[in-house]
Structure formats: C-alpha cells, structure tokens
C-alpha cells in the first residue's frame, strides 16, 4: 500500500482523497502542458539569461508564443515552431503583418 501526504487549505469536509487527486492531476496538466514545453521546445532550462526582469520578460513571451500557437490549434509546439521558422511569411501572414 502507498501512502502520499499533502498540504492543503482544503477545508477536511472538501479534501476527500478525490479531491486532491483532481488538484494534483491539474497541477501536473499545467506542468505537462506548459513548463516541460517550455523547456523542451524553448530550451528554457539551458538558457543563460538570469539578471534582472529578462528572465521573468523572457517565460512572458514563451507563454505568449505557446498560447498563440494553441489558440491556432496547434498540438505540437515544437513542430510548430519549426514551421513557422522554416515559412515566416506562414507565420508573419497569420500574424496580419504581412499579405500573402
């Protein structure tokens, strides 16, 4: 049998064992989802900027280039991004700056 331990602010009346477990399957939808594209398709862990706002600046515009992407439907980001690195009139036309 195993045994997990959680810190919650889950009233006792509202932390039933599935209730938590729907808080730790988002959790790790959000860290599936997000954090290990990022670091994946953006190399975020490897990268070097560390002083000042740039690597708060830096995650905002890796966000806002994933949610871009999903919104477009795109389930793979990496694929993605290599499109439209490979086509940036594809990408530039999507963006409306530029006619096709």
Known sequence: MEVDYAITSLSRERA???SIAKCWRDHWGI???LHYVRDTAFGEDASRIR???APQIMAAC???AI???RSWGCRNIA???RDHAYHPRKLLAK???FKK
Request: glycine share 14%.
């Open 31 to 33: 860290e599936n989802r």
């Open 51 to 53: 002083t000042g706002a």
């Open 79 to 81: 694929a993605a991004l």
């Open 16 to 18: 039933s064992a599935e």
């Open 62 to 64: 890796r966000n806002a």
């Open 95 to 97: 963006l409306g700056l």
């Open 67 to 69: 949610g871009l992407l």
